[in-house]
Each structure stands twice: as structure tokens, then as C-alpha cells.
């Protein structure tokens, strides 16, 4: 294990490259074999800090704080008229009936 210099604590092992090629195949990501040595390091440096902050004693927080106050800021739902079709889809590239036609994405 290799002594980290901010902290006193050890460092966990840097994830190997087989678990970063597994994670960028899952992300669809092609990396060289130096990107996969210089990612292996840096998302371990990533683990370890979660690791830190899993250190720390979080009880007296509740689940649900917040550094600053959140308001609604969505406004009330109000039924109003709409567009009519024909002018909505009137530059549409293809449609098909009443809606937009799109290109399928799914693998």
C-alpha cells in the first residue's frame, strides 16, 4: 500500500486495468492502453476520497439537508389552449399522422 502525503491513512490499491476496460466497454468508450493506465489511477484517487468521506459521522445530519434552502419554483398547472397540430408540425422533417417520426436510438 503506498502512504498517502495529505492524509494519514493508506491508499487502497488503484483500480487494475481489466476493471477500467470493463467500465468504459459498459459506457461505450474506447480508451488506449495509456488512457486505461492514467484512468485506473485517477478513478482510483476518485474511491479513495469516497472512501474518506465514508469516514466521516454523518448522524446528526438529516437524510434530506441541503446547503442552501430549496424553494418550488415551478409554477401551478394551468390547462390552456394548446397549438393546434398542423402549425406544430408544419417544419417537421417527418411526421406521421399527428406526431413527430424520430430515428430509433436503441442499440
Do not use: K
Not at 409554477?75 to 408540425?89: G, K, Q
Amino acid at each position: 500500500m503506498v502512504q498517502s502525503t495529505n492524509h494519514e491513512r493508506e491508499r487502497t490499491l488503484p483500480l487494475d486495468r481489466d476493471a477500467v476496460a470493463h467500465v468504459a466497454a459498459l459506457a461505450h468508450i474506447d480508451l488506449s492502453p495509456e488512457e486505461l493506465n492514467e484512468f485506473s489511477f485517477e478513478l482510483s484517487s476518485v474511491v479513495d476520497h469516497i472512501a474518506r468521506l465514508q469516514e466521516l459521522d454523518t448522524s446528526s445530519v438529516p437524510p434530506t439537508a441541503h446547503a442552501v434552502p430549496l424553494d418550488n419554483v415551478l409554477r401551478e398547472d394551468i390547462v390552456e389552449r394548446s397549438w393546434p397540430p398542423e402549425a406544430v408540425l408544419a417544419n417537421a422533417p417527418r411526421r406521421v399522422g399527428d406526431l413527430f417520426e424520430v430515428q430509433a436510438i436503441l442499440d
